[in-house]
Structures are given as structure tokens and as C-alpha cells.
């Protein structure tokens, strides 16, 4: 409980959006997701998948994953994109594996899916925040460092994932208040303020 107040109250008081990504990137370390993509539109007019004037996209990949990953808009296709626009909380990655054993996964998924597993992202969670914003929808994956299973993952998910799921939730509405570096937001400081 005081390790969560603390992060918490951290995270809260963050001044910057690359402050308070690096202090979450540090927290997910240490339960064992060293590999993040954060993505969401912050808008009215657009979904998850869309691109627009207030795209947000932050990672803590190697640029040789996150590089392909974008440049094959993957960020629309994969599978887990699928499930963050039709609901809300948090996935295993089973969820993949099991959807591909009983041919669910379309042909793009499919090569995201087999891209993943080529540049060892294999094991993780991704969570929607689906209806958790008015203006915004998106999600995070937190990718497992390299040696766990989706089974190791699952069980610290059974161990801690309401902590996890909670925090994430926060830093998704923290980043909402803040500049992000490389936003395009049309809205000055204000009016920001006054549409909040």
C-alpha cells in the first residue's frame, strides 16, 4: 500500500508527460514489462486506430521493433488493436494464441502476430482504456522481458494485475493533462482547460 501511495503521488505530480512516462516505464520494469506502447487519439472525430491531428504514440522498444511496427501500421492491425476498440480492461495475450488456433485472426493480424514473434514480443498484456475518456481512446501493451512465458505473465498478472491495471489507468489520465512532445493539439493551454 505505501510502494502504491508513493508511485501514485509521484505520478500525479509529474510536470512533464516525459516525466511521468519515465517514472511508469520504471514501475513496469520492475513487475517484469520492459517493452511499452502507449498509443491514443485524443479527440472526438477519430478512433484508436485512425490517425489525426492528436495522435500520441510512446514506446520504450528498440527502434528496430518499433520502426517495423509502425511503418507496417500494426498500430492498426493487430490483433490486440481489434480487441482494445471493442472493450474495456485488460488482455492476456493467450487471448492471441487462442484466437489464432481457432482461425479467428485475419490475414493482417495473422502477420502482425507473426511479426511479434519474430522480433520476440511474445509474451504481455495490452489494456484499453476504452470509455475511460470522453476525448480520448487508445491503450498500452506492456511486453515481457525476454524469459517469461505468457504463463510467468499471467501469474503476476493473478498476483498484481489490479495494482498494474490501475496504474496504468491513472498515467492513460495523467498524459491527458499534459504536452505531449510531438502532439499537434489545435487548443492552447485555455482552452484545453475550459473544455475540460
Known amino acids: 500500500v505505501q ?8 505520478l500525479i505530480n509529474s510536470e512533464s508527460s516525459e516525466a511521468a512516462w519515465a517514472l511508469h516505464r520504471k514501475l513496469m520494469e520492475d513487475f517484469g514489462f520492459d517493452r511499452l506502447i502507449y498509443r491514443v487519439v485524443r479527440s472526438f472525430s477519430h478512433s484508436a486506430e485512425d490517425d489525426g491531428d492528436d495522435v500520441v504514440t510512446l514506446s520504450s522498444h528498440p527502434e528496430s521493433y518499433f520502426n517495423g511496427y509502425m511503418a507496417n501500421e500494426f498500430y492498426r492491425y493487430a490483433p490486440t488493436v481489434r480487441w482494445t476498440r471493442e472493450h474495456a480492461g485488460a488482455c492476456s495475450w493467450r ?6 488456433a481457432a482461425g479467428r485472426l485475419s490475414d493482417v493480424e495473422r502477420k502482425a502476430h507473426a511479426f511479434n514473434q519474430k522480433m520476440g514480443v511474445t509474451a504481455g498484456y495490452t489494456i484499453s482504456f476504452l470509455n475511460l475518456s470522453v476525448r480520448a481512446s487508445g491503450g498500452i501493451a506492456l511486453t515481457a522481458r525476454h524469459g517469461l512465458s505468457q504463463d510467468d505473465v499471467d501469474g503476476i498478472w493473478n498476483s498484481d494485475g489490479d495494482y498494474i ?3 496504468n489507468k491513472i498515467l492513460h489520465l495523467k498524459l491527458l493533462q499534459l504536452p ?3 502532439s499537434l493539439s489545435p487548443l492552447t493551454l485555455r482552452q484545453r482547460e475550459v473544455l475540460e
Open 180 to 182: 505531449v512532445a510531438g
Open 165 to 167: 491495471l490501475l496504474v
Open 3 to 10: 510502494m502504491l501511495t508513493e508511485h501514485l503521488h509521484r
Open 95 to 100: 487471448w492471441v494464441e487462442e484466437e489464432d
